[in-house]
């Protein structure tokens, strides 16, 4: 299989996908439990992608630099810090970190 078919599949499941979405009845759609179980999918996979992110390296976990400045961004979110703030800060936090020589 070439890389052609791969992305013409794969666009192809992403147009059905989304078309499908359109026929869903809009009471279903409103429904609270739906609402709610939408969000908080949202939620676990945006957790999920900043884990993988931040831990991982090829196939095996690795803890570095990334690891305290999610976590100083984490803390500055909660405390309500605007949002390129946090990412000052922790990228900052990070560069230092490896500077003075915690891998990463």
Do not use: C
């Not at 009471?27 to 939620?43: F, G, Q």
């Not at 095996?60 to 984490?74: C, G, H, K, M, N």
């Amino acid at each position: 299989m070439t890389v052609w078919v791969v992305v013409l599949v794969a666009s192809a499941l992403s147009f059905a996908t989304k078309y499908i979405g359109y026929l869903v009845p809009q009471r279903i759609l409103e429904h609270p439990t739906a609402t709610r179980v939408a969000n908080l999918l949202t939620v676990a996979m945006l957790s999920a992608l900043v884990a993988v992110q931040s831990l991982s390296v090829g196939q095996s976990i690795e803890l570095d630099a990334r690891i305290p400045a999610v976590l100083v961004a984490a803390g500055l979110f909660a405390l309500r810090a605007p949002f390129i703030v946090a990412v000052v800060v922790a990228g900052i936090l990070a560069a230092v970190l490896r500077l003075l020589g915690w891998a990463g």
